[in-house]
């Protein structure tokens, strides 16, 4: 149990819909990584964000875009859907300190993931 | 793309015996962590290994770390059914700062009882 939540666990879209999935921290975490975990692969890292500024993004087109909120929940979303996109979407939640001193990065708490199928 | 590639792609032994799977990557890093996903679901935190450390212990888990071969490896002792489940490494590019973990493609071992 790792006090990430995400909804939805599974949806059904049709190619050209929109699509939003939603992203609850774990308490104190000031700082969201999304990916996309295509079947049979590893996670593929969509962005990141911190603080409600986008901070890091992968090789993904800008039809993917999201939100971070003051409480540091988070949104994903995928305009235009394409087959393509059908994937496990998972989030991770992880604190950041204010000061950061080599830019490592520390342990992800991931969510259970949204399974995205497109139509 | 895949900073990591675990090696091997699949592994199959019988509960009890030990299982090692290994990571290879291809940048400077920070640190090298390993995660744990059972069939569909998320993925879980197991340890952390920093660039300018060698080897960890964490219960049955044996990480080692050789920066010079950018190369990791897992062991689990006394394996367990309850151990089968896809084994990922990440690393945290020293280019890339905070921004991201990069995963490799995963190990699918299974624990025959």
């Known amino acids: 149990e790792t006090g990430v939540t995400q909804s939805p666990t599974h949806l059904i879209k049709t190619r050209g819909q929109q699509v939003t999935l939603r992203c609850s921290s774990q308490?104190?975490?000031?700082?969201v990584s999304w990916y996309q975990q295509a079947l049979g692969q590893g996670p593929q890292f969509i962005f990141q964000y911190y603080r409600e500024e986008e901070n890091g993004r992968g090789n993904f087109p800008p039809r993917f875009s999201g939100l971070q909120f003051p409480n540091y929940s988070s949104e994903l979303n995928v305009n235009a859907l394409e087959l393509d996109d059908s994937a496990l979407y998972l989030c991770a939640s992880s604190l950041t300190p204010v000061f950061i001193a080599g830019g490592s990065t520390g342990e992800l708490f991931f969510g259970e993931g949204s399974r995205l199928t497109v139509l | 793309s895949q900073q990591g590639e675990e090696d091997p792609q699949a592994l199959s032994i019988q509960e009890g015996e030990n299982a090692t799977m290994n990571c290879s990557y291809k940048t400077s890093i920070n640190n090298l962590q390993w995660y744990r996903q059972n069939s569909g679901r998320g993925l879980v935190h197991l340890i952390l290994i920093r660039s300018n450390e060698r080897e960890k212990h964490s219960g049955r888990l044996r990480v080692t770390l050789d920066t010079s071969k950018k190369s990791s490896s897992l062991l689990i002792t006394a394996s367990r059914a309850a151990d089968t489940a896809s084994y990922f490494c990440a690393t945290d590019a020293r280019n890339f700062g905070n921004e991201k973990l990069t995963f490799g493609t995963g190990t699918r071992l299974t624990i025959i009882p």
């Open positions: 308490s104190g975490h000031n700082t």
